[in-house]
Nanobody, 120 residues
Framework: QVQLVESGGGLVHSGGSLTLSCAASDSIFSISSGAWSRQAPGKEREMVAR???????TYGDAVMGRFTLSRDHAKSTMYLQMNSLKPEDTAVYFC??????????????WGNGTLVTVSS
Protein backbone atom coordinates (compact mmCIF):
# COMPACT_ATOMS: atom_id res chain seq x y z
CA GLN A 1 0.00 0.00 0.00
CA VAL A 2 1.57 3.29 -1.08
CA GLN A 3 1.85 5.95 1.60
CA LEU A 4 2.71 9.63 1.79
CA VAL A 5 5.78 10.66 3.76
CA GLU A 6 5.97 14.28 4.87
CA SER A 7 9.17 16.02 5.89
CA GLY A 8 10.71 19.45 6.27
CA GLY A 9 8.88 20.78 9.31
CA GLY A 10 10.70 22.33 12.22
CA LEU A 11 11.39 25.49 14.18
CA VAL A 12 12.17 28.72 12.35
CA HIS A 13 12.35 32.38 13.30
CA SER A 14 9.81 34.86 12.03
CA GLY A 15 10.74 35.92 8.51
CA GLY A 16 12.50 32.67 7.77
CA SER A 17 11.78 29.97 5.22
CA LEU A 18 11.04 26.27 5.15
CA THR A 19 10.28 23.77 2.42
CA LEU A 20 7.91 20.92 3.13
CA SER A 21 8.00 17.72 1.09
CA CYS A 22 5.28 15.16 0.55
CA ALA A 23 6.63 12.04 -1.12
CA ALA A 24 4.86 8.89 -2.21
CA SER A 25 6.53 5.77 -0.82
CA ASP A 26 6.28 4.12 -4.25
CA SER A 27 8.18 5.93 -6.99
CA ILE A 28 5.72 4.55 -9.55
CA PHE A 29 2.89 6.56 -7.97
CA SER A 30 1.78 9.38 -10.24
CA ILE A 31 0.44 12.51 -8.54
CA SER A 32 -2.47 14.05 -10.41
CA SER A 33 -3.59 16.74 -8.00
CA GLY A 34 -2.95 17.62 -4.39
CA ALA A 35 -3.18 20.06 -1.57
CA TRP A 36 -1.59 21.27 1.61
CA SER A 37 -3.70 22.16 4.62
CA ARG A 38 -2.82 23.11 8.17
CA GLN A 39 -4.29 23.02 11.61
CA ALA A 40 -3.18 25.30 14.41
CA PRO A 41 -3.87 24.46 18.06
CA GLY A 42 -7.49 25.12 18.90
CA LYS A 43 -8.38 26.04 15.33
CA GLU A 44 -10.07 24.32 12.43
CA ARG A 45 -8.07 22.92 9.55
CA GLU A 46 -7.65 25.39 6.71
CA MET A 47 -6.60 24.98 3.10
CA VAL A 48 -3.18 26.41 2.39
CA ALA A 49 -2.57 25.59 -1.26
CA ARG A 50 -3.94 23.34 -3.96
CA UNK A 51 -2.70 22.15 -7.34
CA UNK A 52 -4.95 20.77 -10.04
CA UNK A 53 -4.22 18.04 -12.54
CA UNK A 54 -3.32 20.69 -15.10
CA UNK A 55 -0.82 22.35 -12.80
CA UNK A 56 -3.02 25.28 -11.86
CA UNK A 57 -2.50 26.42 -8.27
CA THR A 58 -4.65 28.25 -5.75
CA TYR A 59 -3.67 29.61 -2.35
CA GLY A 60 -5.38 30.60 0.84
CA ASP A 61 -5.55 34.32 1.49
CA ALA A 62 -3.30 34.01 4.54
CA VAL A 63 -0.38 32.62 2.52
CA MET A 64 -0.86 34.24 -0.87
CA GLY A 65 2.41 35.66 -2.14
CA ARG A 66 4.50 33.89 0.50
CA PHE A 67 3.97 30.17 -0.16
CA THR A 68 4.51 28.24 -3.38
CA LEU A 69 3.23 24.75 -4.12
CA SER A 70 4.95 22.61 -6.72
CA ARG A 71 5.24 18.97 -7.71
CA ASP A 72 7.91 16.79 -9.25
CA HIS A 73 6.40 13.93 -11.24
CA ALA A 74 9.73 12.13 -11.55
CA LYS A 75 10.12 12.01 -7.77
CA SER A 76 6.41 11.47 -6.99
CA THR A 77 6.74 14.41 -4.61
CA MET A 78 4.82 17.58 -3.85
CA TYR A 79 6.47 20.57 -2.19
CA LEU A 80 5.43 23.64 -0.25
CA GLN A 81 7.99 26.43 -0.24
CA MET A 82 7.19 28.77 2.64
CA ASN A 83 8.82 32.21 2.79
CA SER A 84 8.41 35.19 5.10
CA LEU A 85 7.02 32.94 7.79
CA LYS A 86 4.99 34.46 10.60
CA PRO A 87 4.16 33.15 14.08
CA GLU A 88 0.57 32.68 12.92
CA ASP A 89 1.82 30.12 10.39
CA THR A 90 2.57 27.80 13.30
CA ALA A 91 0.55 24.62 12.74
CA VAL A 92 0.66 20.99 11.76
CA TYR A 93 0.78 20.84 7.97
CA PHE A 94 -0.87 17.99 6.09
CA CYS A 95 -0.64 16.97 2.48
CA UNK A 96 -3.12 15.00 0.48
CA UNK A 97 -2.88 13.83 -3.09
CA UNK A 98 -4.97 12.16 -5.74
CA UNK A 99 -2.96 9.94 -8.04
CA UNK A 100 -2.48 6.63 -9.77
CA UNK A 101 -0.76 3.68 -8.16
CA UNK A 102 1.24 1.03 -9.98
CA UNK A 103 -2.01 -0.74 -10.91
CA UNK A 104 -3.29 2.50 -12.48
CA UNK A 105 -5.94 2.75 -9.79
CA UNK A 106 -6.86 6.30 -8.74
CA UNK A 107 -6.31 6.66 -5.01
CA UNK A 108 -6.52 9.46 -2.47
CA UNK A 109 -3.70 9.56 0.05
CA TRP A 110 -3.13 11.59 3.21
CA GLY A 111 0.08 12.32 5.04
CA ASN A 112 0.40 12.17 8.83
CA GLY A 113 1.37 15.81 9.21
CA THR A 114 4.53 17.73 9.98
CA LEU A 115 4.83 20.42 12.63
CA VAL A 116 5.97 23.92 11.70
CA THR A 117 6.73 26.31 14.55
CA VAL A 118 7.54 29.95 13.86
CA SER A 119 9.00 31.91 16.75
CA SER A 120 8.63 35.66 17.06
Amino acid sequence: QVQLVESGGGLVHSGGSLTLSCAASDSIFSISSGAWSRQAPGKEREMVARIGSGGDTTYGDAVMGRFTLSRDHAKSTMYLQMNSLKPEDTAVYFCDVLGYDRRSVLVNLWGNGTLVTVSS
